[in-house]
T-cell receptor
Framework: GNSVTQMEGPVTLSEEAFLTINCTYT??????LFWYVQYPGEGLQLLLK?????DKGSNKGFEATYRKETTSFHLEKGSVQVSDSAVYFC??????????????FGSGTQLTVLP | GAVVSQHPSWVICKSGTSVKIECRSL??????MFWYRQFPKQSLMLMAT?????????EQGVEKDKFLINHASLTLSTLTVTSAHPEDSSFYIC??????????FGPGTRLTVL
């Protein structure tokens, strides 16, 4: 079945530091890949996505590139802000018809950015 | 983007009582909605897929008689936790896919069972 392995946290960075959160996946076919962000006490918000190999998703300074050869979708940001403090989830949606709408999530990575 | 709401946002109940959580898609129709459970500092675990006009599909290990799901209309799904116990305390999140298959998540409902 599908699975997502995400870098364990928590991650603590100083403001303006470079961020990388690793994410690798296992899936058959050609899944779509996502990063979601969850702020304290809230539901998940889509941060960015990529639907095919070599696609780069980007939003709010965050980027992730769909690498099929390494089955990875690492999240990066060049300069984090205190407001980026949240939990980040990597997720995939399978390409087979039976799992067309279902998401599989990684374990989540807590990011804390200090001023 | 599309909006999904949940009600209530938090609820505290006594052990043995039942609690109903609503999930609504506010500006789009959803024939399918998903219910997740999230324990503190853990990921989301899919509990069941709610299907409008038919029975819900439960994931392995989820008791369908305990977690009753009703997809009453194209914009409303409800999750009822029956005879709740402290171990059912958790953060429950629903999501609904748009016609473009993008998932929109509700803000979650925190259930505390005393």
């Amino acid at each position: 079945g599908n699975s997502v392995t995400q870098m364990e946290g928590p991650v603590t960075l100083s403001e303006e530091a470079f961020l990388t959160i690793n994410c690798t996946y296992t899936a058959t076919g050609y899944p779509s890949l996502f990063w979601y962000v969850q702020y304290p006490g809230e539901g998940l918000q889509l941060l960015l996505k990529a639907t095919k190999a070599d696609d780069k998703g980007s939003n709010k300074g965050f980027e992730a590139t769909y690498r099929k050869e390494t089955t990875s979708f690492h999240l990066e940001k060049g300069s984090v802000q205190v407001s980026d403090s949240a939990v980040y989830f990597c997720a995939l949606r399978g390409s087979s018809s039976g799992s067309a709408r279902q998401l599989t999530f990684g374990s989540g990575t807590q990011l804390t950015v200090l001023p | 983007g599309a909006v999904v709401s949940q009600h209530p946002s938090w609820v505290i109940c006594k052990s043995g009582t039942s609690v109903k959580i609503e999930c609504r898609s506010l500006d789009f129709q959803a024939t399918t909605m998903f219910w997740y459970r999230q324990f503190p500092k853990q990921s989301l675990m899919l509990m069941a897929t709610s299907n409008e006009g038919s029975k819900a599909t439960y994931e392995q290990g989820v008791e369908k008689d305990k977690f009753l799901i009703n997809h009453a209309s194209l914009t409303l799904s409800t999750l009822t936790v029956t005879s709740a116990h402290p171990e059912d305390s958790s953060f429950y999140i629903c999501s609904a896919p748009s016609v473009y298959n993008e998932q929109f998540f509700g803000p979650g409902t925190r259930l505390t069972v005393l």
